[in-house]
């Protein structure tokens, strides 16, 4: 583990704290039990992501009560799967998943978070022109490798699969669309977006 900066008593009152920043999120529960937190790992015990990487929501959660701000540049932070098992078990309501995903967001204002979802950018296009996600373009080659042709001929005939199935169109009204769009522009996620296609550009 890292080597976790110690502050002054001055330093903690010029500064917010990490755990402050992520209570005051707008993302966080209001009942979001990060100070409440003993440290008992039930968190980890249930976690497959710590089962297959390095990924530790207790060690987590306990550098952000040590306000290492380090944690917003390390790799681990992106292998959480959001199951939220973590926010399941947890004994005094405190949610490491919910936290993963505020440490993310803070990742992502930086150059190192940015390139760690470019690959997503097709759902990022997708979600602004159709209001609806899709598997990233740059995953199907992999998922078809995991998988076989089937997912590969899923990935790149899904409209005529589905025309085929009689299924109903998988777009929301134009009008709702326009709606999405407006309220993507408005929250400032186009321009994150378009923010994140300038670095894709300069690879």
């Known amino acids: 583990m890292k080597e976790v900066k110690k502050y002054s008593i001055d ?21 979001l039990g990060l100070l409440r937190c003993v440290q008992c790992g039930m968190c980890a015990s249930t976690c497959p ?12 959660i306990k550098r952000v009560l040590d306000n290492d701000q380090t944690i917003l540049t390390d790799d681990f932070i992106w292998n959480c799967f959001y199951c939220y098992n973590c926010h399941s078990i947890c004994p005094v309501g405190n949610s ?9 967001q803070k990742a992502i204002e930086t150059k190192e978070g940015k390139e760690k979802i470019v690959s997503f950018i097709s759902f990022a296009d997708s979600y602004i022109s159709t209001g609806l996600g899709v598997i990233p373009k740059e995953y199907c080659e992999t998922l078809s ?20 199935l009689d299924l109903e169109s998988r777009f929301l009204l134009p009008e709702a669309t326009n709606e999405i769009s407006k309220v993507l522009n408005a929250i400032g996620f186009t321009k994150r977006v378009d923010n994140i296609k300038k670095l894709k550009d300069e690879k």
Not at 15 to 31: F, G, Q, R, T, V
Not at 145 to 164: K, M, S, V
């Open 145 to 164: 490798d995991d998988y076989g042709n089937q997912w590969d001929d899923l990935c790149h005939n899904l409209d005529e699969i589905r025309d085929d």
């Open 96 to 104: 490491a998943c919910e936290i993963n995903q505020i440490l993310r």
């Open 49 to 60: 992501a710590a089962r297959n990487s390095e990924y530790d929501p207790r060690v987590m």
């Open 11 to 31: 330093d903690l009152e010029d500064n917010k704290l990490l755990c402050d920043e992520i209570l005051d999120d707008i993302k966080a529960s209001p009942d």
